[in-house]
């Protein structure tokens, strides 16, 4: 099997007739990262580490959740790989022709209808909210019992659950109005920070250049840029990097010391070390997982 990018298929996973599938799972580092026919509403329920969703990564934690439309690649990974800080995730996949029935309640000019119908025409094709009051979590954990008890009618509950549950969605986010992680919308000047630093991460940066580029000294930076992505510069930078680097990993056959220096590392005993310490594993044993073996299940 080649490195190219998964692409999931729902009939693999909607045994039922609802078109509707739920499960909890502890997310793994030899996920790959993948597409899918479906619509996809992932909620971190315990544990904290990554969200790589089309070109961007998040840090998570307990709360966060994702909206991910057909075509969007994305995947969890635990930020270690030791066991006894799993990430573990809700995941509730639906077809679109579930909602045929329910189209008409959610707001044509909402972000959870465009996400949904539209993702093509967005900056940002995905949604995320954080369920800061905890209203999202039973909700969810009502919907995975349900699916897993299917008492009579379950099918029917199910799909009235899940129109509560992307309203709800739709009025955390309406109230969170302009939500302060999302990379494409101005939020703030650090946007044009991190901007710069994807768009120039390949190259030699440091915090002196960009607290220059953004007009501040270098500890107001660093300050204004931990208190904003909950990392420093140096950890946003080798994130960024090293999920460069993943994605190269899978999809080309290019030499390891030839990506290492595409990311911006020259010293490749530096660059092992800390590919090891944030993916689990050396640069080879990536590129073998991804390269041989198959997508296992959400």
Same mark, same amino acid.
């Given at each position: ?6 692409? +999931? ?31 996809? @509403?992932?909620?971190?329920? %315990?544990?904290?580490? #990554? =969200? ?12 966060? /959740? ?18 006894? %800080?799993? /990430? ?25 209808? #465009? ?13 995320? @909210? ?47 109005? !302009? ?20 768009? =120039? ?5 440091? !915090? ?6 953004? #007009? ?33 990993? %899978? ?7 030839? @990506?290492?220096?595409?990311?911006? #590392? ?7 070390? +800390? ?10 044993? =990536? ?5 041989? %073996? ?5």
């Amino acid at each position: 099997m080649n490195g190219r990018l998964r692409h +999931l298929k729902g009939d693999r996973f909607f045994k039922e007739k609802t078109g509707i599938y739920l499960n909890r799972i502890r997310e793994a580092f030899m996920t790959p990262k993948h597409t899918h026919d479906f619509i996809e @509403i992932c909620y971190v329920d %315990e544990g904290s580490g #990554y =969200h790589h969703v089309h070109n961007q990564v998040y840090r998570v934690k307990r709360g966060d /959740l994702f909206v991910i439309p057909v075509g969007t690649s994305h995947v969890f990974r635990p930020s270690s790989p030791n066991q006894r %800080e799993p /990430l573990v995730v809700y995941n509730c996949i639906f077809r679109l022709d579930v909602l045929d029935k329910w189209r008409h309640l959610l707001p044509c000019d909402s972000s959870v209808h #465009y996400v949904i119908f539209h993702p093509s025409g967005m900056e940002i094709p995905y949604l995320h @909210i954080g369920d800061k009051h905890d209203q999202i979590r039973p909700l969810i954990t009502s919907m995975h019992m349900e699916y897993l008890r299917k008492y009579e009618s379950y099918e029917a509950i199910l799909s009235s659950m899940l129109m509560q549950l992307l309203t709800l969605v739709h009025r955390i986010g309406h109230e969170e109005a !302009v939500p302060q992680d999302v990379p494409c919308r101005k939020t703030g000047k650090l946007d044009d920070a991190m901007q710069f630093i994807r768009e =120039h991460y390949c190259e030699f940066l440091t !915090v002196k250049q960009l607290a220059d580029f953004m #007009y501040m000294s270098q500890s107001h930076f660093q300050r204004s840029f931990k208190r904003s992505t909950g990392l420093t510069f140096t950890q946003y930078l080798q994130n960024l990097r090293i999920q460069k680097c993943c994605e190269l990993l %899978e999809t080309s056959d290019q030499p390891v010391h030839q @990506i290492a220096n595409m990311i911006g #590392y020259k010293d490749m005993k530096f660059f092992h070390a +800390l590919f090891l310490k944030k993916i689990g594993m050396t640069p080879q044993q =990536h590129r073998r997982i991804h390269q041989t %073996e198959g997508y296992r299940a959400i």
